[in-house]
């Protein structure tokens, strides 16, 4: 798609906030609100904040700005271009970035790649992602890949005796630490972990085992032994956490922590300024901790006559909070002070 057919109607793009978009599940609990401030209704289930999301009904808002109210999926079709640069012509925003609280261990799963999602969850992507650790309660675990040696034979009498869990690898989790899981690798979260989480836009989700777990009703949950098994990589084994260097204080600056076929995941901590973006790509920024303020170097051009950006604004950005920077912006400075910032972007 060209630039010509992404017209601009109105004032140029600027960052993006968006409203989140709340899940509820039986696993869920009430950090999104007490740690990240989330506006929560009542009830102790509050599992997922999705905060940019372009999947079926399940749409980003933006929250604020001459574009209050549009979905993320309006913006892809009238400001393709704008949002996409380099990468424009998607039908749909290709990330999805969520929080996630685990009260509860979540189901033993696998999700497909691309192909096997075009064969048996027609409409749906493949669901690489990747997971940042933000808190952590004493004894949390994290399972990622089998253990070595671990075959489809072995995996499969595992699930007749009920103890699929003695075939996963899996390790203690702590803050900061970054696990990246490519489609086909087995996995679950354990209690009692808070978590950032980078994906392709999917929501294809195979569970393999659900701790005999009930819900509500007091009905199991469904399995799908059968696409698990289909899906799995036989050559995925056990997957280690990138750990944060505690040793290491503010002025750390920045770290590649995933760099794949769908995504890039940088980290940064410091105090310092940061400067991003300009470069032809989408940037989405999420604070972690500490506080930033964001402003552009320059103002945008005003090529649709609606009006342009201040060049004083800025845009601050409290825990959790996540900003979308479209492509067509100019280059942005983000004022840090003992921040904690993730950044990620398209290859």
């Not at 010509?4 to 609990?29: D, E, H």
């Not at 102790?44 to 929250?63: C, K, M, R, T």
């Not at 004493?138 to 072995?154: F, Q």
């Amino acid at each position: 798609m060209s630039k010509s057919s992404s017209s601009q109607v109105g004032p140029p793009l600027g960052p993006l906030r968006f409203q989140s978009l709340l899940k509820r599940a039986i696993w869920g609990g009430r950090r999104l609100a007490t740690v990240l401030g989330k506006p929560l209704g009542p009830g102790d289930d509050y599992a997922e904040a999705w905060e940019i999301s372009d999947h079926g009904p399940d749409q980003s808002i933006v929250a604020e700005g001459p574009r209050r109210g549009m979905t993320l999926a309006e913006l892809m079709a009238s400001h393709n271009a704008d949002l996409l640069g380099k990468h424009a012509g998607l039908a749909r925003f290709p990330l999805l970035v969520k929080w996630i609280d685990a009260h509860d261990r979540l189901s033993v799963q696998v999700h497909p790649n691309d192909a096997q999602a075009a064969a048996l969850a027609p409409g749906e992507s493949g669901k690489t992602e990747a997971w940042l650790v933000l808190d952590a309660e004493p004894g949390s675990r994290i399972y990622a890949g089998l253990k070595p040696g671990v075959t489809r034979a072995a995996l499969q009498q595992a699930i007749g005796d009920n103890r699929v869990t003695d075939c996963l690898h899996s390790f203690d989790a702590a803050p900061g630490d970054c696990v990246f899981i490519p489609a086909g690798t087995v996995h679950a979260l354990g209690a009692g972990l808070l978590l950032y989480e980078v994906q392709q836009t999917s929501d294809v989700t195979f569970r393999l085992d659900d701790w005999d777990r009930t819900d509500h009703e007091g009905n199991p949950r469904p399995l799908h032994v059968a696409q698990s098994l289909a899906v799995i990589d036989w050559t995925c084994g056990p997957v280690e956490p990138r750990r944060s260097d505690s040793r290491a204080g503010p002025g750390r600056g920045r770290e590649t922590l995933v760099e794949c076929a769908y995504f890039v995941l940088e980290r940064y901590n410091g105090s310092d300024s940061l400067r991003l973006g300009g470069d032809r790509r989408f940037h989405i920024v999420t604070l972690i901790g500490g506080g930033a303020e964001l402003r552009l170097i320059e103002s945008p051009s005003d090529t649709a006559g609606g009006g342009g950006i201040d060049a004083a604004a800025a845009w601050k950005l409290s825990r959790g909070d996540t900003l979308l920077l479209p492509a067509c912006l100019p280059p942005a400075s983000i004022e840090c002070t003992n921040a904690t910032l993730l950044d990620c972007y398209l290859p």
